[in-house]
């Protein structure tokens, strides 16, 4: 789920009217609500719709002015993704899953910790990596002229929610329904939201909230939470890296559920989407009429993997014993399928792709160019540097100065992961290994063009120190720490003494980062660290505001609902604007 606003772009897929959902008619048993107006599907004989995919309802009139997209295809239309802050696993009460909107008492499910977007941990997988842009400053941009713009959160909103525009109430109990801006809270219907004023002043918070684009976060490989610090979360390491696969939960049993039972004229298929999911046995299950065509396979496994894309690129074959793979036959080709021993046939779903070329999506992302993204067509030649040089002239930038950029390979899937890629890597090689091994990988991949020039300082904040410390006493429990011998920070302070927390200063991000995890896992004195890394603030770019910086004071409340969400201010070493 994901509606329309400044960080979706319906253009990224080719989405009509219906916003990416498969609408079915359907005659509803019992009382039931429309998620896009919060009206009663009135009468037993009224017929309303339902997106297969989603779970989204709603009446026959509404159809018309949807906002909402479907989970299926949201994830692919994100500008620039963030990553969601995950919660530890419970039963929550009262809320709706964001990507099949069902309740989540019901199932374990998780919420982030820094908007308000709600997911079963089954759905996790399809979760929209579009949690709040908290640090969008990009050098040389003009500030004055940048506006910020609602970011809006469909349903799960406060009670007594009233729509900003039509004054009525907006909250659902029922159904996922009603939307809210993460920055300001102006809650509106999803069938009022176009009439709103596009612009965010950040409401009650105004006048302390310090605008995203003038912080930066330090660029590291670290993990969100780890970032942020969010106790309680375990974070495993693995499943966060570009070059594993990806994890594609196996749904033999809720495909078998309900509404599926395996009959005697359908089949059920064990599809892998590349060879990286076969040799990490993560399938997905689609059934099929024992009957079916090759091309009513194929687009029942396009299907399921979510891909929505020409569908006669695609093809399927059988995965035969010896790992080796056979086209499949029409007129019927599951007669001669191969099943394993009791088990289900294994289907390849397969990319037609074309040795010479292919064309890929760069986005211009952080740079913040007026383009989402450009297409560009890669050659067997074609190196990363190449692409980095094209995509600039396409943003309207300077081809030549292509050294001073990177291009990011981002995974979309579980949360943001990123990669920087070597600019000698051939483009074309590397996007039809990505193809090979996962389709449904490949597609949730993004290339994002990004200065490599970090403008940050890589601050970092410790706390549960001793108090009232001399400098030079802290320096020395710091180095034993961290295991070294020479500083490894290049300043110390400022300190605050009567609470035992300083800020210590890095000038790589390698440093900081190296620093961070060892830090956090160290205690002192039986006490346990608190370690952030600091956001920054860009001098200068908001005239007119005055914070007073109290970072001493974050330690006695660290991380209810993560540090940003509640205490994004400016880091302790920064002028005054
Ligand atoms: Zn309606
Ligand atoms: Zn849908
Ligand atoms: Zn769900
Ligand atoms: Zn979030
Ligand atoms: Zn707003
Ligand atoms: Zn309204």
Same mark, same amino acid.
């Given at each position: ?8 772009? *319906? ?503 190296? *620093? ?62």
């Amino acid at each position: 789920m994901a509606a329309e606003g400044h960080n979706v772009d *319906a253009t990224l897929l080719c989405i009509g009217r219906d916003h990416g959902h498969y609408f079915q008619k359907k005659t509803f048993g019992k009382p039931t609500y429309c998620h896009h107006c919060c009206d009663k599907i009135w009468g037993m004989l009224t017929q309303g719709y339902v997106c297969e995919v989603c779970n989204f309802v709603c009446h026959e009139k509404c159809l018309k002015t949807v906002v909402s997209f479907c989970s299926g295809v949201a994830l692919q239309l994100i500008k620039n993704p963030v990553a969601h802050t995950w919660s530890e696993q419970g039963y929550i009460k009262r809320h709706f899953c964001c990507v099949c909107r069902r309740r989540t008492e019901d199932q374990l499910s998780l919420e982030c910790e820094v908007c308000e977007y709600y997911v079963h941990v089954e759905c996790q997988d399809l979760a929209v990596s579009d949690c709040k842009e908290a640090a969008t400053y990009v050098p040389n941009l003009d500030k004055a002229a940048q506006k910020q713009h609602h970011h809006m959160r469909e349903g799960n909103l406060p009670r007594d929610s009233k729509c900003v525009v039509c004054k009525k109430t907006c909250y659902s109990y029922e159904c996922l329904a009603g939307m809210r801006c993460e920055w300001c809270g102006q809650t509106a219907h999803a069938l009022c939201y176009r009439q709103m004023s596009p612009e965010c002043d950040f409401g009650v918070l105004r006048k302390i909230m310090l605008p995203p684009n003038s912080v930066t976060i330090p660029r590291t490989e670290l993990p969100m939470e780890q970032l942020l610090n969010i106790h309680g979360i375990q974070i495993d390491s693995s499943t966060r890296k570009v070059s594993s696969p990806s994890k594609i939960t196996s749904d033999d049993v809720s495909a078998g559920s309900s509404e599926e039972k395996e009959r005697e004229d359908t089949e059920f298929l064990r599809i892998y989407d590349g060879n990286s999911s076969l040799r990490n046995q993560v399938y997905r299950t689609a059934s099929v009429p024992k009957t079916a065509t090759v091309q009513q396979i194929r687009d029942a496994a396009l299907r399921r993997f979510h891909i929505q894309d020409n569908p006669e690129s695609y093809y399927i074959t059988q995965v035969l014993n010896n790992g080796e793979e056979e086209p499949l036959e029409d007129p019927v080709p599951l007669r001669n399928v191969k099943r394993p021993e009791g088990r289900r046939a294994q289907i390849f779903l397969r990319f037609k792709d074309d040795p010479e070329k292919a064309v890929v999506k760069v986005y211009g992302g952080w740079l913040r160019v007026p383009v989402t993204f450009c297409a560009i067509t890669v050659t067997k030649e074609t190196l990363v540097q190449d692409v980095i040089s094209e995509a600039l002239q396409s943003f309207g930038l300077d081809g030549l100065t292509w050294n001073r950029y990177n291009l990011i390979e981002v995974s979309l899937d579980r949360g943001v992961a990123e990669r920087t890629a070597n600019p000698q890597e051939n483009m074309l090689q590397l996007v039809r290994n990505l193809r090979k091994d996962s389709l449904r990988r490949y597609h949730v991949v993004r290339f994002y063009v990004q200065e490599k020039e970090d403008p940050h300082d890589h601050a970092v904040f410790v706390g549960n120190l001793p108090v009232s410390l001399a400098q030079r006493q802290y320096e020395r429990i710091l180095l034993k720490l961290l295991g070294a011998k020479e500083k490894p920070f290049t300043a110390i302070g400022p300190i605050y003494f009567e609470y035992g927390s300083l800020v210590i200063t890095f000038n790589t991000p390698k440093a900081a980062t190296a *620093a961070v995890q060892k830090l956090q896992n160290a205690t002192y004195e039986d006490k346990k660290l608190i370690v952030l890394c600091l956001p920054n603030v860009q001098v200068g770019c908001y005239a007119g505001l005055l914070y007073k910086v109290e970072l001493s004071k974050y330690p006695e409340k660290p991380m209810e609902g993560g540090y940003l969400k509640s205490c994004l201010t400016s880091s302790p070493d920064e002028d005054v604007c």
